[in-house]
């Protein structure tokens, strides 16, 4: 797959050169990004399970302007696991 990157124009790069990406610092920021998410994402609130990492995009002023979010990989329950692994080949490679 060939990707296309995008030009900034000069007005966009200045803007995207002042926002500062950081950790989320205590539990309060964590739990606004949770209730952002829950707003604002198209998927709704994070059903994440598992280690995550809350990060905040801030502009020049510290005002907010986005959030990321990193979750581990769920652990598949062991039976289902088993189930779907054990099919044959051809069926696992149609999938």
């Known amino acids: ?10 007005r966009e790069q200045r803007i995207v050169d002042t926002v ?5 610092r205590t539990s309060a920021e ?9 707003r604002h994402h198209y998927l ?4 994440a399970v598992g280690e ?3 990060y905040v995009a801030q502009g020049p002023g510290g005002g ?6 990193f979750c581990a990989a ?4 062991a039976k289902e696991w088993r189930r779907w692994t054990a ?3 051809s069926e696992a490679a149609a999938r």
Do not use: H, I, Y
Not at 20 to 24: G, L, M, Y
Not at 30 to 38: F, H, S
Not at 64 to 69: A, I, K, Q, S
Not at 74 to 77: D, F, T
């Open 1 to 10: 797959m060939k990707t296309k990157l995008v030009e900034l124009s000069a």
């Open 20 to 24: 500062q990406v950081r950790p989320a």
């Open 30 to 38: 964590r739990n606004r990004c949770l209730r952002l998410l829950g």
């Open 44 to 47: 709704g609130a994070l059903q």
């Open 52 to 54: 995550q990492m809350f």
């Open 64 to 69: 907010w302007r986005g959030v990321l979010v």
């Open 74 to 77: 769920a652990r598949p329950r």
């Open 87 to 89: 099919k044959p080949s």
